[in-house]
């Protein structure tokens, strides 16, 4: 960091020490307008960010951070495709594949999808999906928060896990010869995906096809050429739902509902690229989150959508935030002096009430909340609406309030922070924003922590020693280089295979 960055670094801890004497509640007798001041709103959006401990001097100082760490330079990278992911040497282009410019290979892939799919459809009745991380978590949330959108009759099944019970669950019950294969894997060298794949393959489903960025080892593996969709190296696993990879939505939603998706982000994208910080929802977003990871020292946030078909969200959000920035390294290779990202964790209310919403009440250490309402029409019984909207913004108000108890075990200390946003509908175009939103998000975080969000190497050592350890497994001895604990393990583990 650079003397003006640690300056606006500085300003932002001093705000956040003197904010940490305030209570919530103070803040609003402060300022009475800040439920109005503090809202935000972007397409398909809004956003209230007033139960936040923030006020006029923290909003400054984290604008003024903004600016200090290049915010408007590194978006204007982002979007002009430059090599922003420098350690791979690429750009990262995942807005290009909704754009409504998008290049002549998105459009020509994305043509030949929709072909293959009104093709395909008549002579299947189920699809499984293989795929794991970002070639499995998008898919598996849009098709789940879009069912009202599905084409009636075809069953999607996805299986991502190594454990061969996700592979033997996907194809209970199923005709191969009714079934679509989709292999999806960007690089086609995974090994849940590609041993799951082989098990597939072996119990015969008449149709192949694959989603990668490596067709030519799909076609050896064995799919048909035609039924190969590529995407490009400069589309991160994490951020790819927009492409081939989700082959198996374009299948199975109706005509012209993935496209809706696609246009909803791209607005989403030009609020984010156009909007200046002061009203932009991702950027401002991005630095409340950074506030409450670093200045406030909050270790993780929990995410619950009063939604029953954004039940994945939560799932989604933990590769989005965590693989991009649970990073400890600034672009440069210096250490981070600060942490740029917390843990995601969260589950769908009003379920999450009746199980950790204790410990966000009554335990000890305070976790922001961020609450997510579909503020249109729900399906179901219409009594049902107001409870949903009743319990979201009961437990926002109960954090903030709390109820003072002269007896220990009934005292709920209240200033707890949460921020309520709400999606105008769950319609396609709203889906798409809001996780176009979350990308942009985690982007402006990562600018904000001065770090590359696009690279992963962190996954990358479990894997390869999986590799190794493997052979001892199945018959062969122990790495040498494997500590004692390990070599007892495999000890115990290889006679039970
Ligand atoms: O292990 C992490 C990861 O590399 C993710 O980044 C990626 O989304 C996932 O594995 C799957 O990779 P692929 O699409 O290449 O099979």
Not at 117 to 123: F, N, V
Not at 172 to 188: H, I, M
Not at 442 to 461: H, K, M, S, W
């Amino acid at each position: 960091m650079n003397t003006i960055q640690n300056a606006a670094w500085a300003r932002t801890e001093a705000e956040a020490a003197r904010l940490k004497r305030a209570t919530l509640l103070d803040l609003f007798a402060a300022e009475p307008a800040r439920a109005a001041h503090l809202t935000v709103s972007a397409p398909h959006l809004v956003t209230d960010f007033s139960k936040q401990r923030v006020d006029s001097g923290a909003m400054g100082a984290l604008a003024n951070l903004a600016e200090a760490m290049d915010f408007a330079g590194w978006r204007a990278k982002l979007f002009a495709g430059k090599i922003i992911n420098t350690t791979e040497g690429r750009a990262a282009m995942h807005w290009a594949l909704r754009a409504p410019d998008a290049p002549a290979n998105v459009r020509e892939t994305q043509a030949r999808r929709a072909a293959f799919a009104r093709h395909i459809r008549p002579e299947i009745d189920a699809i499984v999906h293989l795929g794991i991380g970002g070639s499995d978590l998008g898919p598996r949330l849009v098709l789940d928060a879009l069912k009202p959108h599905r084409v009636a009759g075809l069953d999607v099944r996805f299986a991502a896990n190594v454990d061969g019970a996700d592979v033997v669950d996907a194809i209970e019950g199923l005709d191969p010869a009714r079934t679509l294969l989709v292999v999806v894997s960007k690089t086609f060298t995974t090994q849940e995906t590609l041993a799951n794949a082989a098990f597939i393959r072996a119990w015969g489903p008449k149709h192949l096809a694959a989603a990668t960025a490596a067709p030519d080892v799909a076609v050896r593996w064995g799919v048909p050429q035609a039924n190969v969709f590529e995407f490009w190296d400069w589309v991160g696993g994490r951020y790819s739902l927009w492409s081939s990879v989700s082959l198996a939505c374009v299948i199975a939603l109706q005509d012209g509902v993935f496209d809706a998706l696609l246009d909803g982000a791209a607005e989403m994208d030009a609020h984010f690229r156009d909007e200046p910080f002061a009203r932009n929802l991702p950027a401002l977003s991005a630095a409340l989150q950074m506030w409450n990871r670093e200045a406030l020292g909050h270790g993780s946030y929990a995410i619950i959508p009063y939604s029953e078909r954004l039940r994945l969200l939560p799932l989604y959000l933990q590769q989005l935030e965590m693989e991009s920035n649970g990073k400890r390294v600034a672009r440069d290779g210096s250490v981070l002096e600060r942490s740029a990202c917390g843990v995601t964790w969260g589950a769908a209310g009003t379920n999450a009430q009746h199980s950790f919403f204790q410990l966000l009440h009554q335990g000890v250490d305070e976790i922001p909340v961020e609450i997510i309402v579909n503020a249109g029409v729900h399906e179901g019984p219409t009594s049902h609406r107001a409870k949903v909207f009743a319990n979201a913004l009961a437990q926002a108000r109960a954090l903030m309030v709390g109820r003072r108890s002269s007896e220990p075990h009934r005292d709920f200390p209240g200033n707890r922070a949460s921020t309520l946003t709400a999606l105008d509908a769950l319609t396609p175009q709203a889906l798409g924003a809001l996780l176009a939103f979350y990308e942009h998000r985690t982007f402006a975080q990562a600018v904000l922590a001065g770090i590359n969000p696009f690279d992963q190497f962190g996954v990358e050592l479990g894997k390869e020693m999986a590799k190794e350890l493997l052979p001892a497994l199945e018959g062969g001895a122990p790495p040498e280089t494997a500590d004692p604990s390990t070599i007892a393990w495999l000890g115990r583990l290889a006679p039970r295979l």
